[in-house]
């Protein structure tokens, strides 16, 4: 089993800037990925960025070059770093571990208000 639990969401104004944290406890040798989803209202839950144990990353081409997603193996948590946030940024977020290809353990999620 992994636990995961986020922190740093809330309120920002357009063009402003948050930083997520997942920190991830319980079997985490097992996991191959993690990764930050987003669900807005009405809408389907939809995979932010992801980072593999080797590294490589990848993003939505919505958010590719305003977001990081990096981590800290020796703190077992990953972060996403938001800048020139958008309106349509506004969601939960939601951290998740895959093992193999397929996001198994999620987190709680955290909420992300954009405001203008």
């Known amino acids: 089993q992994v636990q995961l639990v986020e922190s740093g969401g809330g309120l920002v104004q357009v063009g402003g800037s948050l930083r997520l944290s997942c920190a991830a406890s319980?079997?985490?040798?097992?996991?191959?990925?993690m990764g930050w989803y987003r669900q807005a209202p009405g809408k389907e839950r939809e995979l932010v960025a992801g980072?593999?144990?080797?590294?490589?990353?990848e993003y939505a081409a919505s958010v590719k070059g305003r977001f990081t997603i990096s981590r800290d193996n020796a703190k077992n948590t990953v972060y996403l770093q938001m800048s020139s946030l958008k309106t349509e940024d506004t969601a939960v977020y939601y951290c998740?571990?895959?093992?193999?290809?397929?996001?198994?353990?999620w987190g709680q999620g955290t909420q992300v208000t954009v405001s203008s």
């Open positions: 319980g079997s985490i040798f097992s996991i191959d990925a």
């Open positions: 980072i593999r144990s080797g590294g490589s990353t």
């Open positions: 998740a571990a895959a093992l193999g290809e397929k996001y198994h353990y």
